[in-house]
């Protein structure tokens, strides 16, 4: 006799097309469907494929909710692109709890330590890392400050001066450790080898390239603190935690007050989580990524004998190479890698979510150096949207490169366009590069950045720009007077640079860990570019910040409360700065620079005393900037934004 039940049973475990199902209990030996649901992303991705062509609709992947801990990153191709002119989403089947997506490993078993009282330890797995994760936040490595007086630098490294010091030339561990220096828009990490004749030997060429350039390790413009890091001895408050390489044992001090073991304790195991990435002959495209919190990654190259010889906002001396001349090395910086990682790619969106505990953010269009497939820049319509950004270990969004490529592309399609960052929450940034930044574009075409909150960061909120001017058409003098034109040419022609949109952003709190800063930090020529309806609160570091080679830009409608000038522009006789337009703006008591001879134009500028005493149209900046008003419930802080 026939049987509808069992006809529909057999129905649900058959997929619809174009709907696919994964499970954290689900069965990669299954169909795919809603009640037959995969286990893993990679065999989920492999049904998709086959399904991708003659598509007549968009293609669906839901993942459940839970923590999907990888072994691998997933790697998107052109294989997986939508077809005729529809795409492939992959999105959390509860938009409400979203979907995990994990590049670590979780700690247990935690017992009481006899290294000393308070601390806990653990056996963890047989890789190395630099990342530990507690209650999805970042935990601080071991490490104890260092006065600069105390030691000076050599050579081969720093000498101890002072007694105080002296612990650290027979601390066990030695090899292990590295110096961390916060300067004043630098922070720089110099591994140890060891020490000899009261001097802690440094590795080298890290050593040898971080004392040379500006704002260096042993000449900052401001010192932040230097800290010796990494050696179990140094382990000795809370929330630090120290592994040792030998016998893979963790050892963690909790909060005062919690069990380890009732925490969630991850160390991260993998560098990338997603890698979306064709070739220029094959892009990949038209894939949305909606609802997935991104988490727990590191990124180990720092540990190597280049360590980290920063020069600003991700970009840093990569080169096992030792130079003589700074300015030799700057055609050659590399970028921090992100976690998520975008190139040869078109039409990608990551809507709603987050980026929370891990090292790098999102890497839109970087420099070949910041992939792991090999192929960087030639990002071009990717939307990063809706998004909670926060507990990054450097940038949280990087867009374009910084080599020459990335400014004047040898191949058209490498070119980065239109990359838009639209109505997320950045805060709580930064906590291994603290000189990074929530929001960094570089060389790249129509940028858009519109509607963000960008709250509590310890250097600038948003940086746009890069090369100070020395890559623009006719390059700049002060960088023909610097020689380094000896090592790159002069173009004569623009840089990729144009068109950028920064509009109705909130940036509230900047500069928490660093100075030389802005609310919005630009760097060189930029035409058609309009940084608009801001509204930049801080009491630390300037408002708008135009530095080295700004120009072109079109500064408008913004109001601003800051304790320094509000505008600051650093045009000297050889800088190209200069050809902005400043109008409508509006500031507190703190003044702007002075000068003006530079070809800016600077109209209607007003002054308020109170939120009482702004004009509609300036209450009404105040009001809109940020994620909109029915966002605002997913804020994790509370802010003052006028008495509205």
């Keep these: 006799m026939f049987s509808t039940t069992l006809l529909l049973q057999a129905l649900l475990l058959v997929p619809v097309w174009g709907h696919y199902y994964v499970a954290v209990n689900g069965n990669d030996s299954g169909s795919g469907s809603a009640t037959a649901p995969f286990r893993t992303f990679e065999r989920a991705q492999a049904a998709a494929r086959r399904s991708t062509k003659g598509m007549n609709s968009d293609l669906y992947v839901y993942v459940g909710p839970g923590t999907y801990y990888l072994n691998e990153p ?30 670590g490993v979780p700690i247990t078993n935690w017992k009481a330590s006899s290294v000393r009282k308070g601390i806990y330890e653990a056996q963890a797995p047989a890789f190395t890392t630099r990342h530990f994760y507690a209650d999805q936040a970042h935990a601080q490595r071991a490490r104890a400050q260092v006065q600069r007086s105390w030691v000076k630098e050599t050579a081969t490294g720093l000498q101890v001066v002072n007694d105080s010091a002296k612990y650290i030339l027979t601390m066990s561990g030695l090899e292990h450790a590295e110096f961390h220096a916060h300067n004043s828009f630098t922070s720089r990490y110099n591994p140890v080898t060891g020490a000899s004749n009261n001097t802690i030997v440094m590795a080298q060429p890290a050593w040898n390239n971080n004392l040379i350039g500006y704002d260096t390790f042993n000449n900052p413009y401001v010192d932040h603190g230097l800290y010796v890091e990494n050696a179990l001895s140094l382990l000795t408050d809370p929330n630090e935690w120290y592994l040792d390489p030998a016998s893979h044992t963790m050892y963690y001090m909790p909060p005062s007050g919690l069990d380890p073991n009732d925490m969630y304790l991850v160390l991260a195991k993998l560098e990338t989580l997603l890698l979306v990435g064709g070739t220029y002959d094959q892009p990949v495209h038209d894939l949305t990524f909606r609802g997935f919190n991104y988490m727990h990654t590191t990124w180990n190259y720092m540990s190597t004998d280049v360590g980290y010889v920063d020069q600003q906002t991700g970009g840093y001396i990569g080169i096992n190479k030792t130079y003589t001349n700074f300015d030799s090395s700057r055609p050659f910086w590399w970028q921090v890698p992100g976690s998520i990682q975008v190139s040869a790619a078109r039409n990608i969106l990551f809507q709603n979510g987050s980026i929370v505990a891990l090292m790098g953010g999102f890497g839109i269009g970087n420099d070949p150096n910041a992939h792991s497939t090999g192929v960087g820049l030639g990002a071009s319509d990717v939307e990063i949207s809706g998004m909670l950004l926060h507990q990054t270990g450097a940038n949280a969004i990087t867009i374009g490169g910084i080599q020459a490529n990335a400014h004047h592309p040898s191949d058209p399609r490498m070119l980065n366009q239109n990359t838009r960052v639209l109505e997320n929450i950045f805060t709580d940034l930064a906590y291994t590069i603290d ?65 950028g949109r920064i509009s109705a952003n909130l940036i509230y709190n900047v500069g928490t860990r660093h100075s030389d800063d802005g609310g919005i930090y630009t760097l060189s020529a930029s035409p058609n570019t309009t940084l608009d309806d801001n509204y930049i609160k801080s009491t630390q570091g300037f408002g708008y910040y135009l530095d080295e080679g700004s120009s072109f830009y079109y500064v408008n409608n913004s109001v601003l409360d800051t304790s320094s000038e509000w505008l600051h522009r650093n045009e000297q006789p050889t800088y190209t700065t200069g050809n902005n337009t400043i109008a409508n703006c509006a500031s507190n008591f703190a003044s702007s620079d002075s000068h003006n001879q530079y070809n ?23 009001y809109l900037a940020g994620v909109p008003p029915d966002q605002r419930g997913r804020r994790p802080y509370s802010i003052d934004q006028g008495p509205f």
């Design 600 to 622: 800016d134009t600077i109209v209607n500028s007003a002054q308020w005393t109170s939120y009482q005493t702004m004009s509609p149209k300036q209450k009404s900046v105040v």
């Design 74 to 103: 997933l790697k998107f191709t052109s294989k997986d692109s939508g077809q005729n002119g529809h795409r492939v989403i992959w999105q959390a089947q509860d938009m409400t709890k979203g979907a995990n997506i994990s590049g």
């Design 435 to 499: 000189s990074a930044v929530p929001i960094f574009a570089s060389y790249a075409k129509d940028t858009y950045i519109v509607h963000n909150d960008v709250v509590n960061v310890p250097y600038s909120g948003i940086c746009y720009g890069y090369g100070w001017g020395s890559n623009d058409a006719g390059g700049s003098p002060e960088y023909q007077l610097r020689g380094l034109y000896n090592y790159q040419p002069v173009y004569n022609t623009p840089t990729t640079m144009q068109g």
